[in-house]
């Protein structure tokens, strides 16, 4: 089944404790992206991925670390994780972009407390 | 002015209205549109996308595209109670940027 995994689906840490959230995709998708979602504010990109060892900050990287290492995986990492971090993060991946196919493929998301 | 723009609703309607969604967009050269549903606690899904000036039609669900005005709307035919959910607009400008959605109520 073509699908994105993320876990976990709830994390409650505390300030300043390291944490990754993993996503990982199995169809074999070029593009790989994070996004937060807060009340009000919709989905709001955090980084992107073009390709295996290409990422680029999007609207609200400040906080936030981003690997691509191998073209499945896409982890997130809160280096020292802050109350503001607070927030819904959901995983996505679709076909290189500029193709016919743009549908984004969403992980079910990762609800973080940041206490 | 916010790239992509909605109303957050909520917009409530009885079953078997029709539901309408708007969108409006700043940028002119976004070429590509799309509709997303979440339902609550789930992640965004495909529902439609539309690339050219006019109507396009998928069962219930009809994307309008009017690029000279900037807008593209969702319209909904015979709501059902399971259309309850929130719907985002997104714009592609060589990434998505998604509106913060409109939470649409379809009563029984």
């Known amino acids: 089944e073509a699908q994105v995994t993320q876990n976990p689906r709830y994390l409650i840490t505390v300030t300043g404790k390291k944490l990754t959230v993993t996503c990982s995709q199995n169809?074999?998708?070029?593009?790989m992206s994070w996004y937060r979602q807060d009340p009000g504010l919709g989905l709001r990109q955090i980084y992107y991925?073009?390709?295996?060892?290409?990422?680029d900050k999007g609207d609200v990287p400040e906080g936030y670390k981003v690997s691509r290492k191998e073209k499945r995986n896409f982890p997130l990492i809160l280096e020292s994780p802050s109350p503001n971090q607070t927030s819904l993060y959901f995983c996505?991946?679709?076909?290189?972009?500029?193709?016919?196919?743009?549908?984004?493929?969403f992980g079910s998301g990762t609800q973080l407390s940041v206490l | 002015q916010k790239e992509v723009e909605q109303n957050s609703g909520p917009l409530s309607v009885p079953e078997g209205a029709i539901a309408s969604l708007n969108c409006t967009y700043s940028?002119?050269?976004?070429?590509?549109f799309f509709w997303y549903r979440q339902y609550s606690g789930k992640s965004p899904e495909l529902i439609m996308s539309?690339?050219?000036?006019g109507d396009k039609e998928d069962g219930r669900f009809t994307a309008q595209l009017n690029k000279a005005s900037q807008y593209v709307s969702l319209l909904i035919r015979d709501s059902q109670p399971s259309d309850s959910a929130t719907y985002l607009c997104?714009?592609?400008?060589?990434?998505?940027?998604f509106g913060q959605g409109t939470e649409l109520s379809v009563k029984p």
């Open positions: 996505a991946s679709r076909s290189a972009p500029g193709g016919t196919n743009e549908k984004l493929f």
């Open positions: 169809m074999n998708h070029e593009y």
């Open positions: 940028d002119r050269v976004s070429q590509s």
């Open positions: 997104a714009v592609n400008r060589g990434k998505l940027i």
């Open positions: 991925s073009m390709n295996v060892e290409v990422t």
């Open positions: 539309i690339y050219s000036n």
